[in-house]
């Protein structure tokens, strides 16, 4: 079983940026790869990006270039740094981890609202 929390949600006007932060406690030792998920009101949940143990990154094509993803293996944390922020961007971002021997595991999700 992995626990993940994750921080540093907020209202940020458009153009801004935020940090998300997702703390992975736990069987940390089965996570193969973490990311970070969305859902907007009224719409299914998405993924935002991905980093593999590998070092692999996948980003959906709505947010490459402005938003990069990483991870501090010593601290078992995961960051989403997003810059120019739009309004699409509001959802709440759920923090995954997944592995080979490992059920999906997810965060309680973090709001992020970007206003016009």
């Known amino acids: 079983q992995v626990q993940l929390v994750e921080s540093g949600g907020g209202l940020v006007q458009a153009g801004g940026s935020l940090r998300l932060s997702c703390a992975a406690s736990?069987?940390?030792?089965?996570?193969?790869?973490m990311g970070w998920y969305r859902q907007a009101p009224g719409k299914q949940r998405e993924l935002v990006a991905t980093?593999?143990?590998?070092?692999?990154?996948n980003y959906a094509d709505s947010v490459k270039g402005r938003f990069t993803i990483s991870r501090d293996n010593a601290k078992n944390t995961v960051y989403l740094q997003m810059n120019s922020l739009k309004p699409e961007d509001t959802a709440v971002y759920f923090c995954?981890?997944?592995?080979?021997?490992?059920?999906?595991?997810w965060g309680q999700g973090t709001q992020v609202t970007v206003s016009s």
């Open positions: 736990g069987s940390i030792f089965s996570i193969d790869a």
């Open positions: 995954n981890a997944v592995g080979l021997y490992l059920p999906p595991s």
């Open positions: 980093k593999h143990n590998s070092g692999i990154t």
